[in-house]
């Protein structure tokens, strides 16, 4: 008798244990498959954000240019790179001072890229 409740008993033990281990690997593998969506997540977020800091790049260098046509002064040349923090903004084109055209400056941050182009009447 004594040797099957030592049977017995050690046969729970091993049930108990088997279902720790499912359990834990139960929990592992919801662990991991939250985490992944979290890591698409900050993927996205940091596109967006290297996103604003080049399309304010732009801006910053559409508000340089166009402060020095409206003084008459002449703008920075084209191909002029203007290094910001976390950021650079390119003059692609300008017109003369005093005249009509085109304004086209494109920021960059990252793999982001954001072109403004502003007509000068």
């Known amino acids: ?30 662990i991991v498959a939250s985490i992944r ?9 940091e596109n967006r954000v290297q996103s604003l800091r080049a399309l304010h790049a732009a801006e910053s260098g559409a508000r340089v240019v166009l402060k020095a046509l409206i003084v008459g002064a002449n703008p920075p040349p084209a191909g ?9 903004f390119e ?13 086209v400056i494109e920021g960059r941050a990252g793999n982001a890229t954001k072109r403004l182009s502003i007509l000068v009447l």
């Open 37 to 45: 969506p979290a890591a698409a997540d900050i993927f996205t977020v």
């Open 91 to 103: 003059i692609i084109s300008t017109p003369p001072p005093a005249q009509a055209g085109e304004v």
């Open 80 to 88: 002029t790179i203007v290094p910001l923090p976390q950021a650079t």
């Open 1 to 30: 008798m004594h040797t099957s409740t030592t049977h017995h008993t050690r046969t729970r033990r091993a049930a108990a244990v088997a279902a720790i281990i499912i359990l834990l690997a139960m929990v592992h593998l919801t």
